[in-house]
DNA sequence: CTGTTAGCGCTTTCAG
DNA sequence: CTGAAAGCGCTAACAG
């Protein structure tokens, strides 16, 4: 039933010219002259012929495509990522290869998978990898770059924003606008993203010498950062400021408080985010957030993957582009 | 500088046996002695060997491949149907080769690029093929599904819900809480989901003997349907309900009437959406929708492409789920 | 069960 | 500029 596909041999054979002519005028940079070009375009679209991609990668050894790892596609930041990445490859001539896994879980199955694809190289986008898989792709030179997750490898590239900074920011914020009872919201436990992001914190923290007045971890999901806020304002005295450490949460956060303890933000809890998504801006919430610079941090991460992967092992670099407080009023005494 | 990669031959080598020995050690169904097996086993562990699928789809004619197509990640309905479609193909074993393009704009490059990409079936998500493309996928028998979005063109399968019945619902509701101000706010003007939407709610008003009081344009965007709101209140008598096309753009509308207008909803305005994403059913908005079972959506496609994969083109078939009227407190006198 | 033998559809020397 | 020939790494008959 599956039709036969038309070769670069049926395709000659009506053109009368050789096999390799009609290969020639499907590659860029091939010499021929236009009359057997003509000869071949002409029966090539006659037949409704396509140049097979698969036996062309098997030759030539590039599959020109690039394998990129999410999780967490439900968070808007991701998903704009994916978006921009998407653009970044298409444009370059490259497809991607989507692979979805749970939060921080089970990259061991999708990796082996990917070494197998023969893809060209490997974005991870909030995906961790485990060491054996990171020496593997070190070992067969295939360039991989983390964005917004590190991993204790050498030999990939990673580009984060300046979580600790950020952290760091968000607690002298909090301190220097009068919260004393200031608590935090992490998101996965094992994210070196959420762990930056609270060392910077409490550092701030201990050098206003203010202690952290609670901890709890909302696995950067809605439901589960809905949970931790009832925890944390069970009992009296409850927090004055929260900071947690991505947006998602952080609006979440802000919906329990006002629709479950009638709490208003910011007169009676400050709140503070982290990435400056869509939905901080707007103004039910109107969240003062820790803006990721994201595009530029998908522009270089894509870059540097192309670069490594033309320059054939371009030794690996570590990334922190800076990040920018944006004050808006869901901590009190804004300006 | 590439390393070269360890071929089945260089692992046949060292195992002492034949190259096709060691291919079999790799194919589920092939039959081969535990003791061979074991001796191949080792070999290719030593070696670091694993298979290259390009090869090997070549050969088999079959890529594993899925082109998905996405338009509108930014919106969560399609972000949450991408990763479920991910999900479902991933333990299938199929690969997804993820292609993005700007709403409904030029599939015309990408599909090219997809069909030169051997991949064995096509999912569009929320974007629309020219008929010529569909077509072509026809005489090649490449079996595309379309998930919310219809093609003027037989052989191409699609599942949408039932996109009439839910404007119809929506306009027949408005009606019933007293409301006979009522504005549509349409998406995307070439989406024949947003068309059929309208198509209802226009006919339920009909029904009803009360004529739509205005319409507008919003693209499925958040920016763009607050300005719509902005011209759908410029001047007064202003609407008392809106049905907007998805909840992306109802979420905006009402945010828009709460900051810059400084009404309320639903005691001013009623305000329905379309989908009912997460966002929906936070106790900001509360927003009374329309669900589309999106699981059961995406579930549906994805059986339907891989059924049409395996049996070599099952004749195509058109798919309209129910929908669910989500009743929450964005429209005036619910209960 | 295993090895030998043909290719899959294409790119790429290498002569002419 | 063009054709012939040699594979890319693997699977799939086919004998043994």
Redesign the pocket.
């Known amino acids: 039933m599956k039709k036969?596909?038309?070769?670069?041999?049926?395709?000659?054979q009506l053109a009368?010219?050789?096999?390799?002519?009609?290969?020639?005028c499907?590659?860029p940079?091939?010499?021929?002259?236009k009359?057997?070009?003509d000869k071949v375009l002409e029966a090539a679209r006659q037949l409704g012929?396509?140049?097979?991609?698969?036996?062309?990668s098997?030759?030539?050894?590039s599959s020109r495509t690039i394998a990129v790892v999410v999780s967490q596609l439900d968070n808007p930041f991701y998903a704009l990522t994916l978006a921009k990445a998407s653009e970044y490859f298409q444009a370059e001539g490259y497809h991607l290869l989507l692979f979805l896994v749970s939060d921080d879980g089970n990259t061991e199955g999708v990796m082996s998978e990917i070494l197998e694809s023969q893809a060209e190289g490997i974005l991870m986008l909030a995906a961790s990898l485990a060491t054996p898989f990171a020496q593997e792709c070190v070992d067969r030179s295939i360039p991989v770059v983390m964005i917004n997750r590190t991993v204790d490898s050498a030999g990939v590239s990673q580009v984060s924003s300046d979580n600790y900074h950020g952290g760091h920011w968000a607690g002298r914020y909090l301190v220097a606008q009068g919260h004393s009872r200031i608590a935090f919201l992490n998101g996965l436990p094992t994210s070196s993203t959420g762990a930056y992001r609270r060392l910077g914190f409490l550092d701030a923290l201990a050098l206003e010498g203010v202690s952290c007045w609670a901890e709890e971890c909302g696995d950067y999901r809605f439901d589960k950062a809905s949970e931790a806020t009832r925890r944390l304002f069970a009992k009296s005295p409850y927090p004055d400021a929260i900071f947690a450490a991505n947006d998602h949460m952080a609006i979440a956060v802000i919906e329990t408080l006002r629709s479950e303890f009638g709490l208003r933000v910011p007169e009676d809890v400050s709140v503070i985010g982290f990435d400056d998504t869509p939905v901080a801006s707007w103004p039910s919430f109107h969240l003062t957030t820790v803006r990721q610079p994201r595009e530029e941090m998908v522009a270089t991460a894509s870059r540097l993957l192309l670069e490594q992967i033309r320059e054939g092992q371009l030794s690996p670099v570590q990334l922190t582009l800076p990040v920018v407080p944006v004050i808006r009023s869901s901590v009190r005494g804004a300006v």
């Not at 036969?4 to 000659?12: F, G, I, N, P």
């Not at 009368?16 to 020639?24: D, F, K, L, W, Y």
């Open positions: 036969k596909s038309v070769t670069s041999r049926e395709v000659a009368g010219v050789s096999q390799s002519a009609v290969s020639r499907f590659s940079k091939a010499s021929i002259s009359k057997t070009r012929y396509r140049p097979n991609t698969i036996a062309r098997l030759i030539t050894r």
